[in-house]
């Protein structure tokens, strides 16, 4: 038996965070999160989460927006970063916009983007992308 083995034999393997014996938000195999009493994850974590969130985000947007594959990479990076924000059923629900898109009316998407109730809540991250829908260009 490995020390890994031990470890995931005692602590379990969590993939979703949840409350350890002592009330701590704890992630993985005992990792604990609390900014006090745990060590959180490093920077070189926090990118390879990144990656492979980015390598996820990709392959949901291929399976649910087949048509999103002639993108150039600014504006499918519009839709990741929409999709890190909204999740992939909140993307969906962009109809208008998605139709835009899809149809290559970049600077109509970009204006449906800006007209909808969540730029007022994202503010400058939406004007950021709605700009880099328009120009192809990321920012």
Known sequence: MTLSDQLIRDEGVR?????????YVTIGVGRCLDKNKGRGITRNEAMVLLQNDIVWVKSEIASHLPWAAHLDDARMGVLCNM????????????HDFLGHVQRGEYGDAA?????S??????????TRLSRQMTDGVMY
Request: aromatic share 14%; proline share 0%; glycine share 14%.
């Open 15 to 23: 993939l979703f965070a949840y409350l350890d014996s002592r009330g």
């Open 83 to 94: 999709v890190f924000n909204l999740g992939m059923d909140g993307l969906l629900e962009f």
């Open 111 to 115: 204006d449906a983007m800006l007209h």
């Open 117 to 126: 109730t969540w730029a007022g809540q994202v503010g400058d991250r939406a």
